[in-house]
């Protein structure tokens, strides 16, 4: 039962991908959505079963590696995001994802004291080296928000892991964007998904699809998920990050 309630929670979410938009806004033109077609062009020439539609399958955002963990860990319960090269903007794009971790940053100046340690088998993942990229973590968006404010990070410290020059890197990218700040709940899937590797995934985009994952073993595997935090837990994150927001120039973010 609990599959298959994941499985309509999911295809819900495929149908209405821009769930996050403001209630009358347009849909917002996501150009820069990537599509990988790899496996499932490998199945059609070897003759195997055609694989389920694609509108069954969930998204995925990518995310520096050390981040996704630490979500996963409950050490961090919120993101902050800019537009990659190839997208205007960054654009909420569903209210629950799988988080895909990436290696564009390196830099182990960019985390906390302690946390380049704690998180070293993340910060020296590299996806491109991998036959099957691991997807660990599952996110609900429980709140969101856009902001000017340079002070953002420094204010919400309790709630993330990043040092100040990850603060820097993500103000000095496209100075006039606002950043888009993203309360989430966290879960561990254990064991992980294996999104099979395609050159399609990779690049400076927010979000890509997953139609080399059997939308069932999805369904599965969000089933069993395990909370990064109890729920007395997160909601004290939530009621911290809350209170350090009233002290910023944030504007909610319609949902």
């Known amino acids: 039962m609990e599959v298959a309630a994941a499985q ?3 295809q819900r979410q495929a149908s209405a991908p821009h769930g996050l938009r403001a209630r009358g806004a347009a849909p917002p033109r996501l150009p820069h959505r990537r599509r990988c077609r790899c496996a ?3 199945a059609a020439a070897e ?8 509108a069954a399958a969930v998204v995925a955002l990518k995310e520096w590696a050390p981040t996704c ?3 996963g860990a409950g050490e961090q319960t919120i993101l902050i995001r800019k ?3 190839k997208e205007p903007k960054f654009v909420p794009e569903a209210a629950a994802f799988l988080l895909f971790p990436t ?3 390196t830099d182990q100046q960019l985390l906390k004291p302690g946390a380049a340690s704690k998180y070293r088998e993340a910060l020296d993942l590299d996806p491109k080296q991998l036959p099957a990229v691991p997807l660990a973590q599952y996110a609900e968006v429980t709140g969101a928000w856009t902001t000017r404010d340079e002070r953002v990070l420094q ?3 309790p709630l993330h892991v990043w040092a100040d020059a990850f603060r820097d890197t993500r103000l000095k990218w496209r100075r006039a964007q606002p950043l888009t700040l993203l309360e989430l709940r966290a879960y561990r899937l254990e064991p992980p998904l294996q999104l099979p590797r395609c050159e399609e995934l990779f690049g400076c985009f927010s979000w890509v699809g997953t139609p080399g994952l059997a939308p069932e073993a999805v369904a599965a595997a ?3 998920r395990v909370p990064a935090l109890g729920d007395a837990a997160f909601a004290e994150r939530q009621a911290l990050l809350r209170e350090r927001l009233a002290s910023l120039e944030a504007e909610p973010l319609a949902l």
């Open 8 to 10: 309509r929670q999911l």
């Open 40 to 42: 499932a062009a490998g």
């Open 47 to 54: 003759g195997a079963p055609q694989a389920a539609p694609a």
């Open 69 to 71: 963990a630490a979500l």
């Open 83 to 85: 537009g990659g090269i």
């Open 103 to 105: 290696s564009f940053h």
């Open 155 to 157: 204010v919400l410290s």
């Open 222 to 224: 969000v089933a069993r």
